[in-house]
């Protein structure tokens, strides 16, 4: 399996305390089909009506003067890097980083997100609805893309073409030999297996490219990862998304089977006592603790619901105590699926999203 570049492929999404999530119908329906609005000029100020209805949850929410400078600090750069971000022109793509900020934010920041998370942006609804919603009008609009177009026998998705557009546009040559070649020989058979689901078929594409293109070509990496479609985002977000669909695939795979064979424990441990993983002593000592701990739990407990609650408590546990060993958590690699800390960031969105994508948002 090819390496998983943390830095590339980034955080997923949550971590931290979570709303508790409110029903489909009702806040799907009622906010998805606003949330554009959010990104429109405000009429009382220079800023959009997301940073304007988030100054208000500022001033409605009980901050102590550091917190307080804190979140102005995050809206700033929210506002900055994100939303007047110019190059990014589709709206999906912009609503969808706007979410991951306010979700790294929650990560970063967990006190003072527990504070604001159910506040309402005013006129919509609370910051975790918007990274709810956002995630699934993104995993809406990623998975069309994957599909033969028009029914085309040969394999051609608007995935495909993307790609191939925006290489072209980058005059990336050699890149643009490596994709086709590769899309040949491993994307066009996933694209036409009419047995397999468009979340598998990314489940599927995704590994493909860690295990055969960014395999063979690793300098391709961060070449493909700045790729720009224009209006229909970035390869980034839909790779990253990509990664969301193989996780539900695999993580049975990964959590499952008896202490002495599950996956995660294998490799955790198997992290905890190799040398050329540049641990401290001090977060060794700590990750063995921690690993010991998941032994005993995973011992008592079978089931896949029941092992993902044990490693998101007691992961939540264990960095509420001890918050500078977050970092550290991403140097158990777990393959394709990511890291320890994506796994528990995985987890986390589970929760907020709710496992699902409406059929007919």
């Known amino acids: 399996m090819a390496p998983i570049h943390t830095a590339l492929i980034g955080l ?20 998805s089909k606003s949330i554009n609005t959010l990104l429109e000029p405000s009429t009382t100020s220079t800023h959009s009506k997301l ?27 929210l506002e900055t890097n994100v939303i007047n971000l110019n190059q990014t022109k589709n709206e999906t793509t912009k609503l969808y980083l706007i979410g991951k900020r306010i979700a790294l934010f929650n990560i970063t920041q967990p006190e003072v ?18 990274i709810w919603i956002t995630n699934i009008i993104n995993q809406q609009q990623v998975l069309t893309m994957i599909a033969p177009e028009n029914g085309n026998t040969f394999g051609v998705s608007l995935w495909q073409r993307m790609v191939r ?45 860690l295990d055969v293109l960014f395999t063979e070509h690793p300098d391709y990496y961060a070449t493909f990862y700045s790729l720009d479609m224009d209006f229909w985002g970035s390869f980034y977000q839909m790779f990253e998304t ?34 050329t993983v540049l641990l401290p002593n001090t977060v060794r000592g700590q990750f063995k603790q921690f690993y010991n701990a998941l032994v005993k739990d995973f011992e008592s407990t079978t089931t896949l619901d029941g092992r993902l609650e044990i490693i998101d408590g007691m992961f939540g546990k264990f960095i509420g105590l001890q918050w500078n060993y977050f970092r550290w958590f991403q140097y158990i690699g777990l393959g394709n699926f990511g890291n320890f800390q994506q796994l528990v960031l995985y987890i986390a969105t589970k929760s907020i999203v709710g496992g699902s994508i409406p059929e007919n948002g």
């Open 165 to 209: 557009g925006a290489l072209s546009m980058a005059f990336l040559g050699p890149e643009m030999l490596a994709f086709n070649q590769f899309w040949l020989n491993e994307g066009v058979p996933i694209v036409r297996d009419t047995t397999l689901s468009e979340k598998a078929k990314w489940a599927k594409v995704y590994a493909k490219f």
């Open 51 to 77: 940073i304007d209805g988030l100054y208000d949850v500022g001033k409605a929410t009980t901050l102590t003067a550091d917190q307080n400078t804190t979140y102005y600090q995050f809206l700033d750069d």
């Open 12 to 31: 997923l999404a949550l971590s931290g305390v979570l709303a508790q999530v409110p029903s489909y119908t009702v806040t799907y329906t009622a906010y």
């Open 242 to 275: 990509a990664l969301i669909f193989y996780q539900d695939e695999h993580v049975s795979e990964l959590v499952l089977g008896d202490v002495a064979s599950c996956p995660l424990l294998i490799q955790f441990n198997a992290t905890i006592f190799n040398k």
């Open 113 to 130: 997100f527990a504070l604001v998370n159910q506040k309402n942006i005013t006129g919509w609804s609370t910051l975790s609805n918007f």
